[in-house]
């Protein structure tokens, strides 16, 4: 197995909200020694459990679990779902910039859209 740099970023943003990673593996109802094998590669998170990291992280467990279970498929099934889940990614992604413009421009009134700080638009 490999080392997923999105997932230990992922459990490292949980781990922080909930207050250690001792507590969040409380909380996911699994055993601590799991999320250190999932950050080592020795260990597959799944897409259901990416997700409730995702919400303890507060970030999109729908946008996770579908990442995660496009990721976790094999050949023609991962083709398949790259083709039906990918498209409502890129829907839901665009749809989030677009939100973000739209506050942004009625948050800042007059601002140019240079003005507007670039984590804001990432």
Known sequence: MTIDDSLISLIKK???IVGSEYKL???LGIP?????NWKTGNRTCTPADRARLAGFAKEDAVQELV???I???KGAK???LQALLGKWLRQTGAATSSAVLLL???TLGGAMMSDIPRCILC
């Open 104 to 106: 942004a421009s009625l």
């Open 14 to 16: 949980a781990a922080a």
């Open 71 to 73: 990721e976790s498929a």
């Open 25 to 27: 593996a409380k909380e």
């Open 78 to 80: 991962r083709e398949q």
């Open 32 to 36: 601590q020694q799991h999320i250190s």
């Open 67 to 69: 990442r995660a279970t």
